[in-house]
Every structure is written in structure tokens, then in C-alpha cells.
């Protein structure tokens, strides 16, 4: 199901959180958090407790997320180079490059600079593909090891740091894409917002994360496998709806979002389990229905930049 919502407000960016004094950053914050970084509303409900952190949810917005996140954020963030599988995230497997084929034809209508950036491109396998298809391309990611990679390897135009940092003029590009990356962010109002500054007028950002309010996160609750905060580093979750406010709070004319997928359990949970052809079957008959309702597992959603 698509969920489309007008938005035209015009925000300045925020600024952004750099933790030089830790331990004011940590007063600063508390214990409990008092206003919604999206929608503003001032009234949450703690669902559960994982890794030793509350997860909140936003009454007014359904934005899911770790309030508390230092000093643990910080100290995680030392060990992705070890966490990183650089081996299986270098191959183009079948079922991933079906996946950008038809992202590639989704955004073929929107080329007019004709230029892609990809935030948290990792080792360029998108941006490759991208460039095939006659695409100017720019990525960047926040680990030099893999940026090095697909620099090195692939030839690709990638800046190793965050997106403020990058310093691209205005205007720039007519897509952006982010796969698995809004959830890892302190500040998302912030990010989109440069985003939205780096897009050509009507440009859109396509972004690729997990459904805070699918079937299997209600399903699973704290076990669902993407509340993750140690080692994943994983604080804010998305929906639908959280889309709706955080398109209205970073100044996008408009966003549209879309789910599928749904699981009893996680790929790794019922590997060689007797019961696994049946889990299959009935999460591909459910998955249908959880699409259509706007509560799959996996969460698109594709903001555009006003016309001016």
C-alpha cells in the first residue's frame, strides 16, 4: 500500500549533534526523552527493555526509538570495522541485483542532471550499476576501509565522512539514495535536510530501512531482529507515519511510502529447523496482506524536493 502526504514547509537545518563535552550531552539529554526530535509531541510510551536500553515510541508520530544512546553509541561505532563483512557485501547476488534493476527503472524518469549520490554506499555495488545505466555518479561513506574499496576497486567518486562534511553545492543531484543507513542516525531532521539541499528542485531521496509498525515487529516485539542497539547500532525505527512527519519536519514537499515482506522468525532462527518449508510458505502468503496494509518488514520510502 502507498501512503502519500503533501508537505511544503521550509525549515532551516539543524544543528548538529557533535559530542565534544560527552557528559553534557549526556545531561542534556536525561533519562527519558521529553520532545519528539520529528513531530515535536512531548508524549511517548516505553514498549520494552533491550541490551539494557528502553525503546520508545512517539504517540503523535509512532517514531520508535533509543533516547539514551551515549556512551554506548560512541563507544560501538570504534568496533564496525571489525563488524563489517566485507566478503559477502561484495557480491552482487542474484536477488540483489534483481532489486536495483528495478530501482533503476523507477528513478530513470526523474534524470535530468542526470546525477546519483548514495549516502552509506558502501563498497559501490548500486553506484556501479548506476554508472552502467548512463548515471553521473557521488557516494560517501563514514568508513574509510570501504570507501577505499569502491574507489580502488571500482573507480567510483567517494567521500569518506557524513554528508555535511562533503560540502556538495547546491542542487546537485536529482536522487539520493540511502539503503539501511536513516536507522544508524542521531539526527534525521538534520540529514534530510541536507539532502533535501543537495537535490535539484523536484529531486527525490529514495531511503530503505525496516518498519517499525509491520506485522512482525508488532509479532516479535523486543525480539524483532532489527531492534538491535549494541553492535548494530541501530536507535531510530521507522513508519509510514514517522515518514509523514520527518518529510514535514525537513522541509520535503512530499513523501510516499511502501512495505512488503513479513517473518515469523529471522532467516538464522529456523535454519535447518524441521518446521522451515511451512514458515516459508505461510510468511510468503502473509506477506502479501502485510503489503497491501502497509505493515511489511521492509520499509521504501521516497521523499521529493518541491518544484521552485
Known amino acids: 500500500m502507498e501512503q502519500v502526504t503533501k508537505r511544503k514547509s521550509q525549515v532551516e537545518p539543524r544543528q548538529i549533534l557533535v559530542p565534544e563535552d560527552l557528559q553534557r550531552v549526556i545531561d542534556d539529554l536525561g533519562t527519558e526523552p521529553t520532545e519528539c526530535m520529528l513531530c515535536g509531541g512531548a508524549q511517548f510510551t516505553a514498549l520494552f527493555e533491550r541490551t539494557g536500553k528502553k525503546f520508545w515510541e512517539c504517540q503523535g508520530c509512532e517514531l520508535v526509538f533509543v533516547h ?41 524518469k526523474e534524470r535530468k542532471l542526470g546525477t546519483v549520490l548514495e549516502v552509506g554506499c558502501g563498497q559501490g555495488l548500486f553506484l556501479e550499476q548506476c554508472r552502467k545505466a548512463g548515471w553521473e555518479v557521488n557516494g560517501l561513506d563514514v568508513l ?46 538534520n540529514l534530510m535536510t541536507e539532502i533535501r539541499r543537495v537535490l535539484r528542485p523536484g529531486g527525490i531521496a529514495i531511503l530503505v530501512t525496516g518498519n517499525a509498525q509491520s506485522w512482525s515487529a508488532k509479532w516479535r516485539g523486543g525480539k ?19 515518514a509523514e512527519a520527518l518529510a514535514e519536519a525537513s522541509g520535503f514537499e512530499s513523501v510516499t511510502s511502501e512495505t512488503r515482506g513479513f517473518a515469523f522468525q529471522e532467516a538464522a532462527e529456523v535454519r535447518g529447523k524441521w518446521y522451515r518449508p511451512f514458515a516459508q510458505v505461510t510468511q510468503g502468503i502473509v506477506s502479501q496482506f502485510a503489503g497491501v496494509r502497509g505493515a511489511g518488514h521492509r520499509l521504501r520510502m521516497r521523499f521529493r524536493r518541491a518544484e521552485e
Open 144 to 189: 574509510p576501509p570501504v570507501a577505499e574499496i569502491a574507489r580502488s576497486q571500482r573507480g567510483l567518486e567517494v567521500f569518506t565522512g557524513e554528508l555535511h562534511e562533503a560540502k556538495y553545492p547546491d542542487a546537485s543531484f536529482d536522487v539520493c539514495f540511502m539503503s539501511e543507513v536513516i536507522e544508524h542516525i542521531v539526527d534525521p531532521v
Open 68 to 108: 539514551d544512546i551515549y556512551p554506548e553509541f560512541i563507544d560501538d561505532t570504534d568496533h564496525l570495522d571489525d563488524t563489517y563483512h566485507f566478503d559477502r557485501l561484495a557480491v552482487m547476488k542474484p536477488a540483489r541485483a534483481k532489486r536495483y534493476a528495478t530501482l533503476l527503472d523507477s528513478i530513470e
Open 224 to 242: 524483532w531482529a532489527y531492534y538491535r542497539f549494541g553492535g548494530h547500532l541501530h536507535i531510530r525505527f521507522f513508519s509510514p507515519r514517522a
